[in-house]
């Protein structure tokens, strides 16, 4: 029995020894992979995890610049910058988006259309960036807000500059407007410089002055607790503030001007003829330009893009039109600078014109006819058949070519985002887009300013410009000059270009467009002041063609049919300071309804005046005196 007992306790013992070995081995086993993790983590790894113990420390954030303010003329603010608190949402740090936006929804107010802008800049923007969810918090709402903070650690609230514009409509589409980077200029913009800026200029100055308005961005290293709130700011780099601009436009005169248009589609623009400075610039009828920053609502957006008079359409940059016998002065000068014609030589006007060899007969205005008439007499009195003849000994080449030197059919070069060339038809032109080839009669055509021949507003104001400045061209600019700091202006000069006329033929025309307002037989001869000397030439141009066998009457017209009334001009003559040109749709004859706008707005300029309330009320002897 005891040799039995004392084998049983040796094989015990054998066992705990096994045991023992197998513990010992799977311990050392285990102790080395917690080593050799342990030397991974901390050799191998060091670096690595070293940054991310930094970066969650210390946070890098951009400063936004201050976007550039917008002055007219005299120091009047047009676009400025006002303080708006607007609440953010960080998705990375939101775990349940849905239950965090229920959960504000019951402290401030959540509309649809402040969750579908949410959406979408949440889907273009990281997820690491702060998305704005609701603008313009007030003050109990910013309150609600800071008493629950400690619940919503994605939610901050940010303090925004937002652009305005006091002015509203009289300059919405001269200055043009700020809105949201979308998601094409996203991949076109310095996305660094651009950190931490929702807006960016989408038209009119606010686009073309883009870079200079909107500034530097800068920097500020900040340390953060675990919660990621800001506990002290390492360093910072400030932003670069965008430049201010101050402007040639004068906001008075731009008040009276669209006052001027009151009622009326069209435009009007007033340049200095001195240094190409736009003094005025309306697009009638406009519209306010500030719902547009924070984004427009749909219903208020499509009643602006569905309004039959389409007030977001800018008619004095993008508008192409007929210049009619606005066109006239130009084409004469262009005769006597090729030689074609002479100050007296005469042409008899019947009342019509003929090609050789062709039945059909290009009428003038004037059933009678003007008699003989030379060339100062055929710009005073509009005579169509003067200007036939003209365009068809000049021929449509040359014609294009000496009408090109105004920069017709091609853009005048202003600094705004979205101008227009107009055209001017050419042989080379037609065959190229409508593969035919041009016939004689339609140079006629052009010779009056109707055809294919279209320009902007624009364009007549800064050609007008040249004539009255001896003939230099002056490329428009609106912006005047730029801060320079310390209260300095740095001015931007506008292009400018000698057209080598001469002198005595520039003013030949001068003295014609004098006679068109001064003169007993001038087209415009209802709108000359006694206070200062105007030049200017009325314009009627078709919107359909007449039938060779046909009478224009505007009462059996549609309205929207009806001819479109132009006017140019500029004063004093002696020293011009303001070239107006003013078209109105389907207004009918430039001196009655075109000529007494642009007469008001020179007397805003140069008298001082405020424009009448009933102007452009055309009467039957006004309208039986052509243009």
């Given at each position: 029995m005891a040799g039995?007992?004392?084998?049983?306790?040796?094989?015990?013992?054998?066992?705990?020894?096994?045991?023992?070995?197998?513990?010992?081995?799977?311990?050392?086993?285990?102790?080395?992979?917690?080593?050799?993790?342990?030397?991974?983590?901390?050799?191998?790894?060091h670096q690595h995890f070293s940054t991310l113990s930094q970066d969650n420390r210390v946070r890098l954030e951009p400063l936004p610049p201050v976007r550039g303010l917008i002055y007219d003329t005299q120091g009047v603010l047009l676009a400025a910058n006002e303080p708006s608190f607007t609440l953010t949402v960080t998705p990375d740090k939101?775990?349940?988006?849905?239950?965090?936006?229920?959960?504000?929804?019951?402290?401030?107010?959540?509309?649809?259309?402040?969750?579908?802008?949410?959406?979408?800049?949440?889907?273009?923007?990281?997820?690491y960036t702060a998305v704005p969810l609701r603008l313009h918090l007030t003050e109990e709402e910013i309150a609600r807000v800071s008493l629950e903070g400690y619940r919503f650690p994605a939610v901050d609230i940010r303090t925004d500059l937002l652009r305005t514009y006091p002015m509203g409509i009289y300059t919405a589409h001269v200055l043009g407007y700020v809105a949201r980077i979308d998601e094409e200029e996203v991949k076109r913009i310095d996305a660094a410089n651009y950190r931490g800026t929702d807006f960016?200029?989408?038209?009119?100055?606010?686009?073309?002055?883009?870079?200079?308005?909107?500034?530097r961005v800068g920097y500020r290293q900040v340390e953060v607790n675990a919660k990621g709130r800001v506990l002290r700011t390492l360093e910072s780099e400030p932003p670069t503030p965008g430049k201010?601009?101050?402007?040639?436009?004068?906001?008075?005169?731009?008040?009276?001007?669209?006052?001027?248009?009151?009622?009326?589609?069209?435009?009007?623009?007033?340049?200095?003829?001195?240094?190409?400075?736009?003094?005025?610039?309306?697009?009638?009828?406009?519209?306010?330009?500030?719902?547009?920053?924070?984004?427009?609502?749909?219903?208020?957006?499509?009643?602006?893009r569905d309004d039959i008079d389409v007030p977001l359409f800018d008619r004095a940059l993008r508008g192409q039109y007929p210049p009619g016998s606005t066109i006239k002065p130009f084409i004469a000068l262009g005769g006597l600078e090729t030689g074609v014609i002479t100050t007296g030589k005469v042409k008899h006007c019947s009342g019509a014109f003929q090609l050789p060899g062709q039945s059909h007969r290009y009428r003038d205005w004037r059933k009678g006819g003007h008699?003989?008439?030379?060339?100062?007499?055929?710009?005073?009195?509009?005579?169509?058949?003067?200007?036939?003849?003209?365009?068809?000994?000049?021929g449509i080449d040359r014609l294009g070519d000496f009408l090109g030197k105004f920069h017709f059919g091609r853009k005048t070069g202003v600094d705004l985002a979205g101008e227009l060339g107009g055209l001017m038809p050419s042989k080379e032109w037609k065959r190229r887009v409508r593969h035919q080839a041009w016939y004689p009669g339609e140079t006629l055509i052009v010779g009056i300013g109707q055809g294919a021949f279209l320009a902007t507003p624009l364009q007549l104001a800064a050609a007008t410009a040249a004539i009255a400045n001896?003939?230099?061209?002056?490329?428009?600019?609106?912006?005047?000059?730029?801060?320079?700091?310390?209260?300095?202006?740095?001015?931007?000069?506008?292009?400018?270009?000698d057209l080598g006329l001469d002198p005595d033929h520039v003013e030949d025309i001068i003295q014609a467009m004098t006679q068109v307002v001064e003169s007993p037989r001038g087209t415009?001869?209802?709108?000359?002041?006694?206070?200062?000397?105007?030049?200017?030439?009325?314009?009627?141009?078709?919107?359909?063609?007449?039938?060779?066998?046909?009478t224009y009457k505007?009462?059996?017209?549609?309205?929207?049919?009806?001819?479109?009334?132009?006017?140019?001009?500029?004063?004093?003559?002696?020293?011009p300071r303001i070239a107006v040109a003013v078209l109105v749709e389907n207004g009918g004859h430039g001196g009655s309804v075109a000529a007494p706008i642009a007469r008001a707005v020179m007397d805003s300029y140069l008298l001082g005046k405020d424009p009448p309330a009933d102007l452009g009320a055309e009467s039957e002897e006004e309208a039986e005196d052509g243009d």
């Open positions: 039995s007992w004392f084998h049983a306790a040796d094989g015990e013992r054998r066992l705990f020894a096994r045991r023992a070995w197998v513990a010992a081995i799977l311990a050392t086993l285990l102790l080395s992979l917690v080593v050799a993790r342990v030397a991974h983590l901390q050799i191998d790894s939101a775990k349940d988006m849905d239950g965090l936006l229920g959960e504000l929804s019951k402290l401030i107010r959540l509309d649809e259309a402040d969750i579908r802008r949410f959406e979408r800049l949440r889907r273009q923007g990281s997820p960016i200029g989408k038209n009119g100055l606010e686009k073309s002055y883009e870079e200079v308005l909107h500034g201010d601009l101050r402007l040639h436009l004068d906001i008075r005169l731009q008040r009276n001007a669209a006052a001027a248009m009151a009622g009326k589609r069209g435009a009007v623009v007033a340049i200095d003829p001195r240094t190409g400075g736009v003094l005025a610039m309306v697009s009638n009828p406009g519209f306010d330009p500030n719902p547009f920053v924070e984004g427009i609502g749909a219903k208020e957006y499509a009643a602006l008699g003989s008439v030379d060339m100062r007499r055929a710009i005073v009195e509009s005579c169509d058949v003067y200007f036939y003849d003209l365009a068809h000994h000049l001896g003939g230099r061209y002056l490329e428009p600019r609106v912006a005047k000059a730029l801060d320079a700091g310390q209260g300095q202006l740095a001015p931007i000069q506008a292009p400018r270009r415009a001869r209802r709108i000359r002041s006694p206070a200062y000397r105007i030049a200017g030439k009325t314009g009627t141009a078709q919107v359909f063609t007449v039938g060779q066998k046909e505007e009462k059996q017209v549609a309205a929207r049919k009806r001819d479109h009334a132009l006017f140019v001009a500029f004063a004093p003559v002696d020293d």
